[in-house]
């Protein structure tokens, strides 16, 4: 059974006009049968299961308000109106049930047709009882007179209140989609920076790795025939660059920090892949550190040994530099990481579109420096080397 769209308060008035036209039909069919008129009497009870059929199949319909719901409840109101001038000729006792079916006309027709409707009930009404009684009283045009305009001041009350029910339901419907939307839009947002935060770790990890297992078995092979044992100190290198991008993978997945900082300090671990990145290329990486460490947490940590595997990813790959450089500096309030070589270089303001795969390196050092409050600098020409310098502030109570 469905529930109706409307508040307790008007369920509770429906319910006590239904229960006033019950309670009237019991006290006019209890007195036909009292004064021997049976038939009258079955036809009431027949009267009273027709409205009980109608509200039953009222709440069954699968669409309140639609127009199938009106036309079956506007035939039943007339059945139900024949039915009670029927009852009302024969019987007086039956007159006041006009009093309900005002509330049912104003509920189930239009306005401009329930008032003209209430008028002629109540006319209706007026009249049976005069016919019954010889004549007609003024308590007999008075009582069906105050009952019409109750009924239609409390039948313009319950549309209203029915009609702010109704707009407050279509006002939650809203904000129901509403907050459906926004979820799903937040778990888009969510998805795709797992899967921006996927292509960093891949790209800074897994990618400089394999390019570093592919530059170490390049120079293997080119060594194989005439310096074996160089050959399989290369070979040696990459099963260990392997090992530690296998590493690297099982740990990015379970969202841990890298190996390179699990068991030892940034500076040793900037240190470490600053050996490891001149593996295999003609370069010559040094690092240097400047002034005094402080603890910083892991999202320091992190980001800044991500941008050092990401510059120094490009310069094995693109500078053909001599000597590379990797500074640490730790001021008063900021960190500066600065990786500087004397390859190629390039002009800034052509590097590849940031969705290219060649440029995407730089892009992510950019957030990752953004991300915590810093910058990253590029400085670069034709022929005189690339200078990268990434800025961080210090977090409070980090500084000296």
Same mark, same amino acid.
């Given at each position: 059974?469905?529930?109706?769209p409307?508040p307790? %308060?008007l369920?509770?008035?429906? !319910?006590?006009?239904?229960? %006033?036209?019950?309670?009237?039909l019991?006290i006019?069919? =209890?007195g036909?049968?009292?004064?021997?008129?049976?038939?009258?009497?079955t036809?009431g009870?027949?009267?009273?299961?027709?409205?009980?059929?109608?509200?039953?199949?009222?709440?069954?319909l699968?669409r309140?308000g639609?127009?199938a719901h009106?036309?079956?409840g506007?035939? !039943?109101?007339?059945?139900?109106?024949l039915?009670w001038?029927?009852?009302a000729?024969n019987? #007086?006792?039956f007159?006041?049930l &006009?009093?309900?079916?005002?509330?049912?006309?104003?509920?189930v027709?239009?306005l401009?047709? =329930?008032?003209?409707?209430? &008028?002629v009930l $109540?006319?209706?009404?007026?009249?049976t009882a005069? !016919?019954?009684?010889?004549?007609?009283?003024?308590?007999q045009v008075?009582?069906?007179?105050?009952g019409?305009a109750?009924?239609t001041?409390?039948?313009l009350?319950?549309k209203?209140l029915?009609?702010?029910?109704e707009?407050r339901r279509?006002l939650?419907?809203?904000?129901?989609?509403?907050?459906g939307m926004?979820? #799903? &839009?937040e778990a888009?947002? =969510?998805?795709?920076?797992e899967?921006?935060?996927?292509a960093?770790e891949?790209?800074?990890?897994?990618?400089?790795?394999?390019?570093?297992?592919?530059?170490l078995?390049?120079? @293997?092979r080119r060594?194989? =025939?005439t310096?074996?044992?160089?050959?399989?100190?290369?070979?040696a290198?990459?099963e260990?660059?392997a #090992?530690?991008?296998?590493?690297?993978?099982?740990?990015?997945v379970?969202a841990?920090a890298?190996?390179?900082?699990?068991? $030892?300090?940034?500076t040793a671990?900037?240190?470490?892949?600053?050996?490891?990145? @001149?593996?295999?290329?003609?370069?010559q990486v040094r690092?240097?550190?400047s002034?005094?460490?402080?603890?910083l947490?892991?999202?320091?940590d992190?980001a800044l040994?991500?941008?050092a595997?990401?510059a120094?990813?490009?310069v094995?790959?693109?500078a053909?530099a001599?000597h590379a450089?990797?500074t640490?500096?730790?001021?008063d309030?900021?960190i500066?990481?600065?990786?500087?070589d004397?390859?190629?270089?390039?002009?800034?303001? #052509?590097?590849?579109?940031? %969705?290219?795969s060649?440029?995407?390196?730089?892009?992510?050092?950019?957030?990752?420096?953004?991300a915590?409050?810093?910058?990253?600098?590029?400085e670069?020409?034709?022929?005189e080397?690339?200078?990268?310098?990434?800025?961080l502030?210090?977090?409070?109570?980090?500084?000296?």
């Amino acid at each position: 059974m469905m529930d109706f769209p409307f508040p307790p %308060t008007l369920k509770l008035l429906r !319910w006590a006009i239904h229960g %006033t036209f019950a309670v009237l039909l019991a006290i006019a069919v =209890a007195g036909a049968a009292h004064e021997g008129r049976a038939t009258v009497a079955t036809c009431g009870v027949l009267l009273g299961v027709l409205y009980a059929a109608g509200i039953v199949i009222e709440g069954r319909l699968p669409r309140f308000g639609g127009p199938a719901h009106l036309l079956l409840g506007r035939i !039943w109101l007339l059945i139900v109106t024949l039915g009670w001038a029927a009852l009302a000729l024969n019987s #007086q006792l039956f007159v006041w049930l &006009a009093f309900p079916l005002f509330f049912a006309y104003l509920h189930v027709l239009p306005l401009m047709v =329930a008032l003209p409707g209430v &008028a002629v009930l $109540s006319v209706a009404a007026i009249a049976t009882a005069g !016919w019954h009684a010889g004549g007609v009283s003024a308590p007999q045009v008075i009582g069906p007179s105050i009952g019409a305009a109750v009924a239609t001041l409390m039948g313009l009350v319950y549309k209203a209140l029915y009609s702010e029910s109704e707009q407050r339901r279509l006002l939650i419907d809203d904000l129901v989609r509403t907050r459906g939307m926004l979820m #799903q &839009a937040e778990a888009d947002t =969510a998805r795709l920076a797992e899967r921006e935060r996927l292509a960093r770790e891949i790209h800074d990890t897994l990618a400089q790795g394999m390019s570093s297992i592919i530059l170490l078995l390049r120079a @293997a092979r080119r060594d194989l =025939a005439t310096r074996p044992g160089d050959a399989e100190q290369r070979i040696a290198e990459a099963e260990h660059a392997a #090992q530690d991008n296998l590493e690297e993978a099982r740990n990015f997945v379970r969202a841990l920090a890298p190996p390179a900082l699990q068991h $030892s300090s940034l500076t040793a671990a900037l240190r470490r892949i600053s050996a490891s990145a @001149a593996a295999g290329t003609p370069t010559q990486v040094r690092f240097e550190m400047s002034g005094t460490p402080v603890p910083l947490s892991a999202d320091y940590d992190l980001a800044l040994l991500r941008i050092a595997q990401g510059a120094l990813g490009n310069v094995s790959r693109h500078a053909q530099a001599a000597h590379a450089t990797v500074t640490l500096t730790y001021l008063d309030d900021m960190i500066v990481l600065d990786i500087v070589d004397d390859g190629c270089g390039f002009v800034p303001a #052509q590097a590849p579109a940031e %969705t290219a795969s060649p440029g995407y390196g730089l892009r992510t050092m950019h957030d990752r420096a953004r991300a915590l409050g810093g910058s990253l600098t590029i400085e670069s020409a034709p022929g005189e080397g690339t200078a990268v310098a990434a800025t961080l502030p210090l977090p409070e109570g980090a500084g000296r």
